[in-house]
Each structure stands twice: as structure tokens, then as C-alpha cells.
């Protein structure tokens, strides 16, 4: 295979990605993606090459959606794409394993038959571009990805991302910030896609690193990087895949901020970081007889998640990783007491989050911590693992929850990127 860009080059920028050890499997996994790209396509010559990782949030459980604070990070897994141009007026996307889908650039308008569809966030990122004056022109593109679908690494995030960062480096002078891009994917989300989401999925996959982000102005987030690392600390990040599916559970998350939006309303508010949490308390008894326990429990929740934010952040900087693992345990206990996210409402037979939250604990044994991780309800959980347990942790998870539950994960120093 001949290209336009020296594949020494490629290889240079896929070592410097993702470090040594990893070098050898992402260099074999590039060299399948531009495989993958001609046997779609045809040969072409002309390519660039893009990555954008998943991520990982560390605090901040259903904060966001309130204008609430979080702090997450980009993790070491990520969707890749291949893209070259094709001439034409289309955008040709093939994702290894799905079926190939194209978006026309003549009419980007929102379309019903896609919701819920990688073509609808396709048409939506393209669209905001084209109505902030971009010219686009039609190119193909092949995408592999490792980040786990429905593992609260958000999958979807990070292809918004990729995308994102495609338009812009290739037909915008890469004039939009890392944030505008995070903006830009959870506008194709809410509007063209048709899922209400917060902010923090595409801010942690765009920016990168670790980041503690305050969405009070949601239009301007404050972003700082928190630097740390875990393994200094001798402990490693784990998701586990509790096997739990998300389908069928939109509307346990839907109640969520529905239930929120109602506490708001008593105040004439639209979220509850317009809510003086003075006022919150005193209206209590109104409170739970207009809005119900669970709401009122659900915006606890959230007043207290934004304190622990400041507390995981602080303690980190100052080296304390004890008061860190400390506010972990916390937001579990919080997200699973108050949030109430970790049982879908009614299900008895199917608690696969809870289960695997006590086993966590069982195997940790008051050393470590772990958490809920993500929307909740399914899904994985998040644990920080001694790295003197870590091999007996991965089993014992393992055995009962499955071959590959066990994630050893560690955190990206970039989000979007165009390596070639």
C-alpha cells in the first residue's frame, strides 16, 4: 500500500499516542484500518488519519444535565478513522463490522427515520459546520473502534468527536477549540440524534487528559487539568461490565432529569445549579408533597456530587489519594442511596449492577473503592484497585461475571487528534 504520508510517519505519531507497550498492537491495529479503508474504497492515496479515545468519568454522577460539575478523563481506548475524499457531494462513513451509510451534504436537515442512527450525528455535526459558513466537500471514511459499546466510556461521544475533529481539520482551518468540538458532537446528540445528554461524554473525549469541567455557563464550561497519575499511587482504574443492557431503559434515565426539571420548576428555574441550595432545603416539606421523594432524593444527590467534585479535585492535587478514594465511595453510596440509579425501578431478577458493585467490595475488601459508573441503571461500574490486588480483583470479577469483564484501564493525554 502507497500513500501520500510516510507510513515511518504514522507509526511515529501511533507510538507517541499510546507509549511503548502498546505500540506494537496499535501499529498492527493502524496497518487494519488502512487495509480496511482500501478494501471499501479502492486504493486511494490521499488520507489522513484520526483518532478521538472514550472516557471515563470520575466524579460528578448525573451533574452535568444540572450545570453541575464533573471530573472526568479521556481514556486509552479509542475510534479511529481512515478518511480520504471522493469527489463527490457525500459523506460515506464504514465502520468495521456495521453495514456502510451515507449522508448527503445537499440536505442536512434533521430526518425522523434516523434517530438513534450514526448517520443522524454524521448529518448533525456536518450541519452545524455548514451553518457557521464551512465549505464541505464529500469524503469516505473507514473507522475501527475498541472503546466497549454501552460501557459508560461513551462510544458515541467519541465518534461525535472523530468527526467533529475530521470537519474541522479537513474543511475549517481546525478553527474550533477542543470545547467548541465537545459542543458541537452534543448538539448532533440532542438535536439530530435525539438523546437529551449533558455536556461532560464529549468534553472529556475532545479535551483530553484529566479534567474537572464546571458547566454553571453552559455555553462557556471552565475546564482545568487535574494531573495525576493513579499508577504512582500504586493503584489501577478498572471498568467492569456488569452485563447489564441499556436497551429498553430510556425512560430510567429520562425520569432522572425529568424529576429534576419538576423539583427546578417550584423555583421557577430550569436547572438546579439556578437553585441556592438554602432554599432548597427550606422548601423541603413543599417539595416532597408537590415532587415526590425520589426527586427531591435525586437533587440531594446532586448538590451533594458537586461538593465531592471540589473534594476529589482538591485532594488530588494536594496528593491525598486517601480523602480521593474516600469521595469515590461516597458518590457510590449517593448515586446508589439518593441517585437511585443503580436498580432500574420494578426489576428483581436483573440487578446486575448492584450485583456487581457487592462483589467489588467483597473482593476489595475495604482497601480501594468503587462506584457506579455512567447514566447507571446498566452498564459497568468504576473501581480503583490496589495494584497488589489487581490480578486477584480481574479474576474474582471475572469468574462470576465473565471472561473480559475486567477492564485495566489508564488515562489518555490527549482527546481528538490527527496523526497523519
Not at 478523563?73 to 451515507?102: C, Q, W
Not at 413543599?286 to 482538591?314: F, M, P, T, W
Request: charged content about 25%; hydrophobic content about 45%.
Amino acid at each position: 500500500m502507497g500513500y501520500a504520508f510516510d507510513m515511518a510517519r504514522l507509526e511515529a505519531a501511533v507510538a507517541s499516542l499510546y507509549g511503548g507497550a502498546a505500540a506494537a498492537a496499535q501499529r498492527e491495529r493502524y496497518r487494519g484500518l488502512l487495509r480496511g479503508l482500501e478494501e471499501t474504497f479502492g486504493h486511494r492515496e490521499d488520507i489522513a488519519v484520526f483518532s478521538a479515545p472514550g472516557r471515563t468519568e470520575i466524579g460528578g454522577n448525573h451533574t452535568d444535565h444540572q450545570h453541575g460539575k464533573v471530573l472526568a478523563g479521556s481514556v486509552n481506548l479509542d475510534v479511529i478513522a481512515a478518511v480520504t475524499p471522493n469527489g463527490e457531494d457525500v459523506i460515506r462513513v464504514k465502520s468495521e463490522g456495521f453495514p456502510l451509510f451515507a449522508v448527503e451534504l445537499g440536505d442536512l436537515s434533521v430526518r425522523e427515520e434516523e434517530r438513534n442512527t450514526s448517520a443522524a450525528l454524521v448529518r448533525g455535526v456536518a450541519a452545524w459546520f455548514k451553518g457557521h459558513g464551512c465549505t464541505l466537500e464529500g469524503f469516505d471514511a473507514y473507522l475501527t473502534s475498541n472503546v466497549l459499546k454501552g460501557s459508560g466510556l461513551s462510544s458515541s461521544a467519541a465518534f461525535e468527536v472523530l468527526i467533529g475533529n475530521i470537519l474541522n481539520d479537513l474543511f475549517f482551518d481546525g478553527k474550533c477549540t477542543a470545547v467548541e468540538l465537545a459542543q458541537i458532537g452534543q448538539y448532533a446528540e440532542n438535536v439530530y440524534f435525539g438523546k437529551p445528554s449533558g455536556l461532560l461524554d464529549q468534553m472529556a473525549a475532545s479535551v483530553g487528559n484529566m479534567v474537572t469541567i464546571d458547566f454553571a455557563d453552559n455555553a462557556n464550561p471552565v475546564v482545568e487539568r487535574v494531573d495525576f497519575d493513579f499508577a504512582s499511587n500504586r493503584h489501577a482504574l478498572c471498568i467492569v461490565d456488569s452485563g447489564a443492557d441499556h436497551a429498553d431503559l430510556t425512560d430510567e434515565y429520562a425520569a432522572v432529569t425529568r424529576e429534576l426539571k419538576e423539583v427546578c420548576a417550584c423555583f421557577g428555574k430550569n436547572v438546579l445549579r439556578e437553585v441556592p441550595e438554602t432554599d432548597f432545603f427550606a422548601a423541603l416539606p413543599a417539595l416532597r408533597r408537590k415532587c415526590g421523594d425520589r426527586a427531591v432524593l435525586r437533587a440531594i444527590h446532586v448538590y451533594d456530587e458537586n461538593s465531592r467534585v471540589d473534594g476529589q479535585v482538591g485532594a488530588l492535587r494536594r496528593g491525598d489519594f486517601e480523602a480521593f478514594l474516600m469521595h469515590i465511595r461516597d458518590s457510590g453510596l449517593s448515586s446508589w442511596r439518593l441517585l437511585q440509579n443503580v436498580v432500574p425501578a420494578g426489576y428483581t431478577h436483573h440487578q446486575e449492577v448492584a450485583f456487581a458493585l457487592s462483589m467489588a467490595e467483597r473482593l476489595l475488601d475495604g482497601r480501594g473503592a468503587c462506584r457506579v459508573h455512567g447514566g447507571g441503571f446498566a452498564g459497568t461500574i468504576q473501581a480503583f484497585v490496589p495494584l497488589d490486588m489487581l490480578d486477584a480483583f480481574k479474576a474474582g470479577m471475572e469468574r462470576v461475571l465473565g471472561d473480559g469483564a475486567c477492564h485495566v484501564l489508564s488515562i489518555r493525554p490527549v482527546g481528538g487528534v490527527r496523526l497523519v
